[in-house]
């Protein structure tokens, strides 16, 4: 029997802040969900920098996890809750089968050892334990299920920030708060949602437990026994605690050196080629390594740590407290003036003493799981900072704000670059059609870095511009501002909609799908079909760049490859600018996108921009380009334009 009991109170390895979740769930289901009006944190910027990377189970990680919790929980009656309900439905009847256990233990042991053939005692108990085993499996649904439930809501909350707009662009590429989004994505999120439910779960049944417990103790050996046990958990709690402190930053760092150490590995899957051509690979292995041993190093104090605190742990709220236990529900026993000493018989007091024994017993595991639920609280709190950071981000990256921690600038200053202090999104963006128009606009990096101080031209629909100037000097940066990728330091840009304009880089995205989503990325088929665009008008965008044969190999456009393997570096241009007839753009930005195509599909396709109304922005170096563009705007790299009319004489000056 006490096996049995043990089995069961030993599965919940807790978490300590369990009633204060709880409490959170309730109130944030009260406000609504409504994050509008919601009480915020204020700190000063003092308190703010001291605060950033703390992670301990204080008022800011329950603040932090119960705004987490309205995203998880958006509602009264949702999935979410049904199974919260459920969970703490299988715990209370769990709870109830222990104490079955524990008040019939001593009359079945008893029926065995006086052999008694009556098989009532058999019965139950083999009743008993076919309930423990559908209640377990029951809870282990439930809590699996409310786990893939989580995942999924804050996943999706996730993603829905990240993915809109060009956030997922500018959190790579103007805001370093966040180097590895994919490991917060994916990994810290499951881990997060995991740890929150296994909080949940694992305290309910200990607080339910204790409270069973003190009430049926009080009756039977008074309130000086639970109360003990209550001032033992709250001294030693308060005593673990505060040696756990380190264990939230420790996991924080543990996080930060998984993601690093994922990301060297996908840049050599990503440039193996490269790397490959540069007989680079001793260096890679040098760099793996390398992070490799930070990681395995954090993790060996990490280790060392946890058993250090593993053994403490033990001691105090494990093996302490149920010597306390003991020695708690001993004392009436032993104490012979005691009432139950002349009233009972001896088999009375021992059946009496078996029973609070092991109650008592009971209420010293639950409360040393409590009391172990710390150092789990503690790792929550780290992973809770992650996400609470990611999710601040995103929402400053899609209102306009960044932060770039910011590099000696002592080079570019020795070249002559200037950098000069510039408010982000302080310009004006006009969408107006068939219209590019900078005026008055300083084109600058991220960083601050000015590369052209007052940039002012216009160009039309029907003109074309060839864009040159030295590596550098601003080309690239041009055409992030025209896409709105990059912010718009001041002055005013009139242009066409974000999806009027159309980039082709040197380098064409080839997306995961058939054949046919090559050519009407980013678009689905239904929207091919919304728009009246035929298979076969698709098969003749293939004809025009000279990439019909690839239909034909493949046979149909449902052909799934990895296009990106499958594609010569030609074919991918080309795909690119049979993409760009596809969506028939206002304007187009040609990166280098033909460099890999030959001087007389060039001309085609040039010429046929020209007929279906595209107008372009190229970036070439060929000088056959010149005679297929209007004017040109050259960019010096010292901060100086030109943007002029290509004439014969600039045509045979560029040849």
């Known amino acids: 029997m006490a096996a049995v009991s043990k089995y069961f109170t030993a599965k919940n390895s807790s978490i300590a802040g ?74 209370v009847t769990r709870t109830y089968c222990d104490v079955w256990m524990i008040q019939n233990g001593t009359m079945i042991e008893s029926g065995v050892i006086s052999r008694d053939r009556n098989l009532l005692f058999l019965l139950c108990f083999v009743t008993v334990h076919f309930q423990f085993a559908l209640v377990n499996n029951l809870l282990k649904l439930g809590l699996n299920e409310l786990k893939l439930k989580f995942r999924e809501r804050l996943t999706k909350h996730l993603y829905d920030e990240y993915l809109k707009g060009y956030t997922y662009y500018k959190m790579g590429n103007l805001d370093n708060r966040i180097a590895n989004a994919d490991q917060l994505l994916t990994q810290d999120v499951e881990k997060f949602c995991n740890s929150v439910v296994d909080l949940y779960s694992n305290l309910s049944k200990p607080l339910l437990d204790i409270g069973l417990y003190i009430f049926k103790l009080t009756s039977s050996i008074g309130a000086q026994g639970p109360s003990s046990m209550m001032a033992y958990l709250l001294i030693s709690g308060l ?33 193996s080629e490269e790397i490959a051509f540069y007989n680079g690979n001793m260096r890679e292995k040098q760099t793996i390594h390398s992070t490799f041993k930070k990681l395995v190093d954090h993790l060996h104090k990490f280790i060392f740590f946890r058993f250090s605190m593993g053994f403490v742990d033990s001691m105090v709220a494990k093996y302490m407290a149920t010597v306390v236990g003991y020695l708690v529900v001993s004392r009436p026993f032993l104490n012979l003036s005691d009432p139950r000493h002349m009233n009972s018989t001896q088999a009375e007091l021992m059946e009496d003493y078996y029973q609070s024994g092991r109650m008592l017993l009971s209420l010293a595991q639950a409360l040393g799981r409590i009391v172990l639920a710390g150092r789990d609280m503690t ?14 981000v995103l929402k400053e990256l899609n209102s ?13 200053e020795s070249l002559g670059v200037e950098r000069v202090t510039l408010v982000p999104g302080s310009g004006q963006i006009i969408n107006v059609d068939h219209i590019i128009k900078f005026e008055h606009t300083p084109l600058a990096t991220p960083n601050g870095d000015v ?97 019909g044969h690839i239909l034909d190999r493949e046979g ?55 007929t279906v109304g595209i107008s372009l922005f190229t970036v070439s170096h060929r000088k056959s380009l010149w005679k297929h563009h209007e004017y040109y705007l050259h ?17 045979e000056f560029g040849s």
């Not at 958006?74 to 299988?90: H, V």
């Not at 790792?379 to 601040?392: A, N, P």
């Open 239 to 271: 005593f673990l605690t505060r040696l756990r402190k380190p264990i939230g930053k420790m996991t924080v760092i543990e996080q930060r050196y998984e993601g690093e150490y994922r990301y060297v590995n996908s840049r050599l899957i990503t440039n």
């Open 400 to 412: 306009g704000k960044y932060e770039r921690t910011m590099v000696s600038h002592q080079n570019k």
């Open 556 to 610: 149909t456009w449902d052909t799934v490859q990895d296009w990106m393997d499958v594609l010569s570096g030609g074919e991918k241009q080309r795909m690119a600018m049979a993409r760009l007839f596809y969506h028939k753009p206002q304007f187009a930005i040609l990166d280098e996108c033909t460099s890999a195509v030959s001087v007389d599909v060039e001309d085609f396709i040039y010429s046929h921009c020209r």
């Open 451 to 547: 590369l052209i101080k007052d940039l002012t031209f216009e160009v039309r629909s029907g003109t074309n511009v060839l864009v040159c100037g030295p590596n550098g000097c601003g080309k690239s940066s041009l055409f992030r501002v025209l896409g709105e990728l990059w912010p718009l330091f001041g002055g005013q840009l009139t242009k066409p909609e974000r999806g009027k304009l159309f980039y082709v880089p040197q380098r064409p995205y080839m997306p995961i799908g058939t054949l046919r989503d090559q050519v009407i990325y980013p678009d689905t088929y239904e929207e091919q079909k919304r728009k009246g665009i035929s298979d076969q008008v698709l098969k003749e965008y293939l004809g025009n760049v000279q990439l």
């Open 379 to 392: 790792r929550l709190s780290g992973f809770t900072m992650r996400i609470t950071e990611l999710r601040k």
């Open 635 to 651: 960019m010096d790299g010292r901060g100086n334009y030109d943007f002029k009319p290509i004439t014969e004489e600039t045509i």
């Open 18 to 91: 369990g009633v204060l979740l709880a409490l959170c769930i309730l109130k944030q289901r009260r406000r609504g969900g409504n994050t509008k009006g919601s009480s915020e944190l204020v700190l000063s910027n003092e308190d703010k920098a001291a605060k950033k990377d703390r992670a301990a189970v204080d008022y800011v990680f329950f603040l932090r996890i119960s705004k987490i919790l309205r995203i998880m929980v958006p509602r009264w009656f949702c999935k979410e809750t049904g199974y919260l309900l459920f969970i703490a439905a299988m715990l």
